[in-house]
């Protein structure tokens, strides 16, 4: 399954929203009704962090400023009001069908 | 806390071998499903390979026949054992707990 991530990099002011699409080449829908699409960002020198999963539910510890939406193979994660410590690379990633693939990547970086 | 600490990176020629470790504390490697997922330099995320909870093991295309993924339950540590290593196997090698819990990374790089 292909995931194309757009844009590929974001330049985004503190405060004002910022939202990524995630585009599968495949339903992401399993036969058990759950739609197996996540969101982690990598922010600099570190490992990827879960950031959303199954299309919309945050992980423990994420703000709520984050949200993600989506079904079938189109799916978005939003950022209600960007703050400096939200720079990265955000990934969408699959996990329906072996082998679990990764979108290219989407830099955000703070003007 | 849910702790994912790898090792056994390093420098290796073309044609060699490398076992990584991952060492988990804070849940059992036997009750989660691992992964293996790596990051050449500079680039994205590349999943490697799984261990399901059951034992049954897969690898992407790129790595089988190569790379075998697997698990000390006594000592709570997940392994990948890398043969006939190539320069396009340079990554930093990440273990994780499903998507949920990473480690931090262990660098392999084979060059000669």
């Known amino acids: 399954i292909v995931m194309t991530q757009t844009p590929l990099s974001l330049s985004v002011t503190p405060g004002q929203p910022a939202s990524i699409s995630c585009k599968s080449s495949?339903?992401?829908?399993?036969?058990?009704?759950?739609?197996?699409l996540y969101w982690s960002l990598q922010k600099p020198g570190q490992p990827p962090q879960l950031l959303i999963y199954?299309?919309?539910n945050r992980f423990s510890g994420v703000p709520d400023r984050f949200s993600g939406s989506g079904s079938g193979t189109d799916f978005t994660l939003k950022i209600s009001r960007v703050e400096a410590e939200d720079v990265g690379v955000y990934y969408c990633m699959q996990s329906v069908q072996l082998p679990y693939t990764f979108g290219q990547g989407t830099k955000l970086e703070i003007k | 806390e849910v702790q994912l600490v790898e090792s056994g990176g390093g420098l290796i020629q073309p044609g060699g071998s490398l076992r990584l470790s991952c060492a988990a504390s804070g849940f059992t490697v036997s009750g989660d499903h691992m992964n293996w997922v790596r990051q050449a330099p500079g680039k994205g995320l590349e999943w490697v390979s799984i261990i399901y909870i059951g034992g049954t093991t897969h690898y992407a295309d790129s790595v089988k026949g190569r790379f075998t993924i697997s698990r000390d339950n006594s000592k709570n540590t997940l392994y990948l054992q890398m043969n006939s290593l190539r320069a396009e196997d340079t990554a930093l090698y990440y273990c994780?707990?499903?998507?949920?819990?990473w480690g931090q990374g262990t660098l392999v790089t084979v060059s000669s």
């Open positions: 495949q339903s992401l829908l399993y036969s058990d009704g759950k739609t197996y």
């Open positions: 199954e299309v919309s």
């Open positions: 994780a707990r499903g998507v949920t819990n």
